[in-house]
């Protein structure tokens, strides 16, 4: 198994472009999210998903956009990027049961000039 | 108040030595807790579930006081290996499934010292 995947690794953006992150999990989780950690500030729950056709909001949505149209893909947009969204991003999944661990991708580093 | 609170370091340690620290939360209704591990430039890893009753695995000990609010995680005997940022979770109330919460504390980084 992969585990979870997340492409690209790295990725530079002017103000104003937008862009998809992608995140692909192949363990049949029901529960994915997606975090930003910044120096300081720990992660931050951006969207989540319990499963196909569900998604909600997490504690900073602002700027981004997701959907879940299958159990493997989970992607995140940027809609129009800002330096404020310089960040490094992972991606996460769960089998979304008490107690279960995390499984996280190995990041995007983005930066948005 | 922060919901979670770590204190950042760095801890400094030599190898062969017992470190410890807490991570504090503000909600006392929290259900579960854990310990994740953050090598720098990767990604979080699952270190340990946190049991009311404390939980051992090999050199790693962690614990949970409900009255003052705060995790602990001690290592014995530590390794070079041992040199990563450690990350509080807490999930703030009842695990219901379209209601997870996870909130991470900043990390305490640690470094082992030959």
């Known amino acids: 198994n992969a585990g979870v995947t997340q492409t690209p690794k790295f990725q530079v953006l002017k103000t104003g472009q937008s862009m998809t992150l992608q995140c692909a999990q192949d363990?049949?989780?029901?529960?994915m999210s997606w975090y930003r950690q910044d120096p300081g500030m720990g992660l931050r729950l951006i969207h989540y998903?319990?499963?196909?056709?569900?998604?909600d909001q997490g504690e900073v949505p602002n700027g981004y956009n997701v959907s879940r149209s299958t159990t493997e893909d989970f992607p995140l947009r940027l809609l129009l990027a800002a330096p404020s969204q310089t960040s490094v991003y992972f991606c996460a999944s769960s089998s979304g049961q008490r107690s279960n661990e995390q499984f996280f991708g190995p990041g995007t580093r983005l930066t948005v000039l | 108040r922060k919901e979670v609170e770590q204190d950042p370091g760095p801890f400094n340690v030599p190898e062969g030595a017992t470190v410890a620290f807490n991570c504090t939360y503000s909600?006392?209704?929290?259900?579960?807790f854990f310990w994740y591990r953050q090598d720098c430039r990767k990604e979080p890893k699952l270190l340990m579930s946190?049991?009311?009753s404390g939980n051992e695995d090999g050199r790693f000990t962690a614990q949970l006081n409900r009255a003052s609010q705060y995790i602990s995680l001690l290592i014995r005997d530590s390794k070079l290996s041992d040199s990563a940022t450690y990350l509080c979770?807490?999930?703030?109330?009842?695990?219901?499934?379209?209601?997870?919460?996870?909130?991470f504390g900043t990390g305490t980084r640690l470094t082992i010292i030959p």
């Open positions: 363990m049949n989780h029901e529960y």
């Open positions: 946190v049991y009311s």
């Open positions: 979770v807490v999930i703030p109330e009842a695990w219901d499934f379209g209601n997870e919460k996870l909130t």
């Open positions: 909600n006392s209704a929290s259900q579960s």
């Open positions: 998903s319990v499963g196909a056709g569900i998604t």
